[in-house]
């Protein structure tokens, strides 16, 4: 049951069995890395969700719409609708197809409710890029393995940044993961605004 007292049937979930503030909460409270942290607080998916959506803000070409934001931002969303689960990499395929197809239905229940834009090629694939750059920077700064490790044990090609690429609340330092209810109200706030600029934007269009 969802904080909101909402369920959802996980074999066939509606789009609208959540509320926002059930997901943000929900975010904020999957732990990345199976929750190891070299920090008081393991890191959430929510945090790493907006990290994700900086860095491919940040990266050059053209800026996103608010559609491919909200893309981005929700890129992990059926891991809060699954209970909080953020299986690690390694048992990933182990859990077969029948996961699989859960992680497929909850994404297509999170992308008709947000009316999210398909994936094009190129768009999938710089989102990894901004994913997989999020991981490196948690496995060295949040989790605290060494950079040779980095490659040899985890497999991680991509440098790690030296500088957080969010926006920090006050008294947080760069790296540390937030508490839960910094993260839920992070992510919430996020998500409220891109839905905001979208139907803003679809407005100009209507009206132009």
Same mark, same amino acid.
């Given at each position: 049951?969802?904080?909101?007292?909402?369920?959802?049937?996980?074999?066939?979930?509606?789009?609208?069995?959540?509320?926002?503030?059930?997901?943000?909460?929900?975010?904020?409270?999957?732990?990345?890395?199976?929750?190891?942290?070299?920090?008081?607080? *393991?890191?959430? !998916? /929510?945090? =790493?969700?907006?990290?994700?959506? $900086?860095?491919?803000? +940040?990266?050059?070409?053209?800026? @996103?719409?608010?559609?491919?934001?909200?893309?981005?931002?929700?890129?992990?969303?059926?891991?809060?609708?699954?209970?909080?689960?953020?299986?690690?990499?390694?048992?990933?395929?182990?859990?077969?197809?029948?996961?699989?197809?859960?992680?497929?239905?909850?994404?297509?229940?999170?992308?008709?409710?947000?009316?999210?834009? *398909?994936?094009? !090629? /190129?768009? =999938?694939?710089?989102?990894?890029? $901004?994913?997989?750059? +999020?991981?490196?920077?948690?496995? @060295?700064?949040?989790?605290?393995?060494?950079?040779?490790?980095?490659?040899?044990?985890?497999?991680?090609?991509?440098?790690?940044?030296?500088?957080?690429?969010?926006?920090?609340?006050?008294?947080?330092?760069?790296?540390?993961?937030?508490?839960?209810?910094?993260?839920?109200?992070?992510?919430?706030?996020?998500?409220?605004?891109?839905?905001?600029?979208?139907?803003?934007?679809?407005?100009?269009? $209507?009206?132009?």
């Amino acid at each position: 049951m969802f904080q909101s007292g909402s369920k959802i049937d996980l074999l066939n979930p509606r789009s609208d069995a959540w509320t926002d503030r059930d997901l943000a909460v929900g975010l904020s409270r999957t732990n990345r890395w199976g929750g190891h942290s070299a920090w008081d607080y *393991p890191l959430s !998916v /929510a945090q =790493h969700s907006l990290a994700v959506l $900086a860095i491919r803000e +940040a990266m050059p070409g053209r800026p @996103l719409t608010a559609g491919e934001a909200l893309r981005e931002l929700l890129h992990d969303a059926p891991e809060a609708l699954m209970g909080g689960l953020d299986i690690i990499t390694p048992l990933k395929p182990i859990l077969g197809d029948a996961f699989r197809a859960l992680d497929t239905r909850l994404q297509a229940a999170v992308n008709r409710r947000y009316d999210l834009p *398909p994936w094009t !090629v /190129a768009s =999938h694939r710089e989102h990894k890029q $901004a994913d997989h750059q +999020a991981a490196a920077n948690e496995a @060295l700064h949040v989790v605290g393995w060494r950079r040779p490790a980095l490659r040899k044990t985890l497999g991680i090609e991509i440098a790690p940044m030296e500088h957080d690429p969010l926006d920090l609340p006050d008294a947080v330092v760069p790296w540390e993961p937030w508490p839960p209810y910094v993260a839920a109200d992070r992510f919430l706030d996020k998500l409220k605004a891109l839905q905001k600029a979208r139907g803003e934007a679809c407005f100009r269009r $209507a009206a132009a």
